[in-house]
């Protein structure tokens, strides 16, 4: 009996197992960190925290806290890591902006030793390391006079003098010190919040990296990679703040895609002042970000729904205990999208855009994808027809498993209020012969198992008896 039973068991579970397939899209997928509320992975280096409940020093978080994270961080689908700036700061500036020296990496946060060992993590999990570049002018440098901020970065920076990176002599100093920077580290990129028009980020940062502009303000700067602008978060983030609002069609393929960044009030407070559950609108929001052909950011701390339109709010302490239902999301949907990375190897197009839903279709060589987010306040149902889907297929579901046949030419695309499910167009078939065999060992292996149970009771009754 013992025997009958493990053998159905392995059967069982050999047609159950999902087949394992490669891992996510080339696209960066970035977690960006403040290193300093993100986690204390090292009591050794806190010898100059006396925070005293003021939210408006630092807490104590290092290097060592991202290390001891970074499965947690690639499970939830990113592959790069965006970490706030690394060098000797001001004792009492938790975000580590205000710099005192571009040679030296904080001994706060761990020092050089624990930063390598965080950039040799990374690339060991297939992860970037991008680290952001402060301006604040050291006595090496010149300082502007020219500066655009936004609120709440004049409300951190206020009279601090700031780097005037259109200077030749600055210039050529500042990429030195990056150039000497990245050689020593063999981090991936460098990002810069720009404070100043006709910044070139190719001559201030070195050659054979990623670079990346952050602007909150109106700013001309050249030379990047990728953008991430101010205007394109608010534009994401009024888009999914509640539901029926209008979800943005295309970006330009340069920018950096987020919702908010270190100096922008936090996504989950859009959602608040809408009296929104802040977890559906986070989710439906990376769901939409997950899926586009370009790069695309999320602040440490979104998956708990951190709050917060002002500093220090908007940089709370990463709690790991609260509620994890968007962590798990992200890790599910991001789980699919890695064994479905195919969608993103071809071209993409929304076909449907109304007020709240949106369909974009995955043109690949292989196979074909429709991704439908419907964040609208109602259940839906939007018609294609053999038209817009090869009437020889259908629509198999990859989120909640939905299977939709053309029907008299139609295909009817049914989901509930803020609900997301990714199709791929496969050839029609019936049951899954696979599903059926497995529930049907199942049966079995029950029916088996209660038989057995049974006549061991009654084995062991008659021998009482005896």
Do not use: C, W
């Amino acid at each position: 009996m013992k025997r009958i039973s493990i053998i159905l068991m392995i059967l069982l579970l050999s047609f159950s197992a999902l087949p394992a397939q490669a891992a996510s899209q080339d696209e960066m997928r970035i977690y960006s960190i403040l290193t300093d509320r993100f986690m204390n992975g090292d009591e050794n280096n806190n010898k100059d925290i006396h925070n005293d409940k003021d939210n408006n020093l630092p807490y104590g978080g290092d290097f060592k806290g991202i290390i001891n994270k970074v499965d947690y961080i690639k499970k939830m689908g990113f592959n790069a890591i965006h970490v706030s700036p690394v060098f000797d700061h001001e004792k009492n500036d938790y975000l580590g902006y205000k710099i005192n020296n571009y040679n030296q990496i904080s001994k706060t946060f761990g020092g050089e030793k624990d930063f390598k060992q965080l950039v040799y993590l990374a690339h060991k999990n297939n992860m970037k390391v991008i680290v952001d570049m402060p301006v604040v002018a050291t006595d090496d440098f010149t300082a502007t006079e020219d500066t655009k901020m936004n609120a709440i970065e004049k409300s951190y920076y206020k009279d601090t003098p700031m780097i005037d990176l259109t200077n030749e002599a600055n210039i050529k100093r500042y990429k030195q010190l990056m150039t000497e920077f990245v050689n020593k580290t063999k981090v991936d990129g460098l990002s810069m919040y720009v404070l100043q028009d006709n910044v070139d980020l190719s001559k201030v940062f070195p050659e054979n990296i990623t670079k990346i502009a952050i602007t909150n303000s109106d700013v001309k700067v050249t030379g990047y990679d990728y953008i991430q602008t101010g205007k394109t978060s608010e534009q994401i983030a009024q888009a999914f703040k509640n539901v029926d609002e209008e979800i943005p069609e295309q970006h330009n393929k340069k920018e950096l895609l987020s919702a908010d960044n270190f100096f922008t009030p936090r996504f989950t407070s859009y959602a608040v002042h809408e009296n929104m559950f802040p977890g559906t609108r986070i989710k439906q929001m990376m769901g939409y970000l997950f899926v586009q052909k370009q790069p695309v950011s999320m602040t440490y701390g979104t998956e708990i729904a951190m709050n917060g339109e002002k500093l220090p709010d908007t940089h709370q302490l990463l709690d790991f205990r609260t509620d994890k239902e968007v962590v798990e999301y992200l890790e599910q949907t991001s789980e699919v999208y890695h064994k479905y990375k195919e969608m993103f190897d071809g071209t993409s197009k929304v076909i449907y855009n109304e007020k709240g839903e949106q369909l974009i279709y995955f043109d690949t060589d292989k196979v074909d994808f429709i991704y439908n987010i419907n964040d609208t306040s109602k259940s839906t149902n939007v018609k294609l027809t053999d038209k817009d889907i090869p009437g020889d297929k259908m629509l198999s579901g990859l989120l909640i498993g939905d299977r939709i046949h053309v029907k008299d030419g139609t295909f009817n695309l049914i989901t509930n209020r803020e609900e997301t499910e990714l199709y791929a167009l496969v050839p029609p078939r019936g049951l899954n012969l696979g599903y059926v065999i497995a529930s049907l060992l199942t049966i079995v292996l029950f029916t088996v198992f209660i038989i057995g149970a049974a006549r061991n009771r009654k084995k062991h009754v008659n021998n009482l008896r005896k």
